[in-house]
């Protein structure tokens, strides 16, 4: 059985959707790409999830049916989103997108110091010259 043939925006190409993991290729996602470890807990963990509690009558039994597909309804939904924002990023003139990238690169290590011309940096003071203090001494 073939899918359809998701060129275009698609993310994976065709011969490597066949090793997604079954929760990502049932609910047709595209952009977001969720490993195996996170499908089961969408999937398997939402439903441990609404037998605890349902064990724990907080909820009906009918909780551990409706959870997972809540669950599924929401990643699906965060899908949609994300390719609504691929697209309208696609939207953006590159000139545009360079200039954002620059304004948002990190400036670690690049902040200016204004040093003032009478600032005393260090003290060197010599070892035989500080006395010992005593806990509870108050130093004048």
Do not use: H
């Amino acid at each position: 059985m073939t899918g359809p043939n998701r060129t275009g925006w698609a993310t994976l190409p065709v011969d490597e959707e066949r090793y997604r993991p079954l929760y990502a290729r049932l609910l047709g996602l595209r952009f977001v790409n969720p490993g195996g470890v996170l499908c089961f807990l969408f999937f398997e963990g939402a439903i441990a999830l609404a037998v605890l509690l349902a064990l724990a009558e907080l909820v009906t039994w009918w909780a551990v049916l409706v959870l997972p597909v809540v669950v599924a309804a929401m990643v699906k939904l965060n899908d949609v989103v994300a390719a609504v924002v691929v697209r309208s990023a696609a939207l953006v003139p590159e000139q545009e997108r360079d200039r954002f990238r620059r304004q948002m690169e990190p400036v670690v290590g690049r902040a200016r110091v204004e040093w003032m011309s009478n600032a005393v940096t260090a003290v060197a003071i010599p070892a035989d010259r500080v006395r010992p203090t005593r806990r509870g001494d108050v130093r004048d």
